[in-house]
């Protein structure tokens, strides 16, 4: 008997640096103009997955799964480092474009692909989007159970899990039975750093793509070493409606995007005595900041 873990991830623009430059004539993110970093919830997903590994007794293996452009291809490495077992990249010009209803179609067919498995973890939400949505929609389009806001692994075993969620006013504890997806809060469990181990044996994992790019010949390595290979999978890889992808398969646009920044205005200071107290009071409340 073995057991089958699909973390879903993404490799996100850091929106700590969005700049006037960030957006398209056409309403879609300029990642290019933008520093990419691994999302931050997919590493608490990435860090759910090693641990449920790890308390199973069965084989079990984890499967890194993102779409992207060929430069994505990072965070399967980052995510090898840390305890991935292999990755696989969705890319395509085709994909290009595509909002949380393509793109979720896009993963449910990847998914399909790699069947059977029992359990898909994402992160609950990106933060160039901050929609929570690709994974829920993941769910629905594969007709599995689901669990959202996942704050901890409370019990697992062969034919179920049970986890507690992280909600607005609490937590809350369910179980689901196998497959199923799950979402990660961002208060789970921080992933894990590096090892350095894997870091030495997969340090020259590659896409094809990157061999036709990379300056220094590594093919002759992945003669003897195949699993420093990173699958590389197309739209027809995985048997797509390509009317269902990118911008025509995407009713969200995107019009406009700022980049607000806050600045600090005059201060005041006042003595702690009972009457410049009164007088900040009245001003407060005189202006309407409260009040």
Known sequence: MSFKIIVLAKQVPDTRNVGKDAMKADGTVNRAALPAIFNPE????????????KSLNVETEIVLLTMGPPRAA??????????????????DRK??????LATSYAISMAIRKLAPYDLVIAG??????????????????LNIPQITYAEDVV??????????RRLERGVETVKAPFPALITVHSSATPCRERNAKRMMKYKHSRTLTELQTEVNDYSVLFVDRPYLLIKEWSVEDIQADVEMLGLSGSPTKVKKIENVVLTQKDSKKIQSNDIEIDELMKEL???HIIG
């Open 285 to 287: 409340i005189s202006t």
């Open 124 to 141: 609950r939400q990106a933060i160039d989007g901050d929609t929570a949505q690709v994974g829920p929609q993941v769910a629905e389009k």
């Open 74 to 91: 990072e965070i399967i490495r980052e995510s090898i480092y840390r305890g991935a077992d292999y990755g696989i990249l969705l890319t």
């Open 42 to 53: 997919d590493l608490n997903a990435l860090e759910m997955a090693i641990e449920i590994k």
């Open 95 to 100: 994909f290009a474009g595509s909002d949380t």
């Open 155 to 164: 019990s697992v075993d062969a034919k179920s899990i049970v986890i507690k």
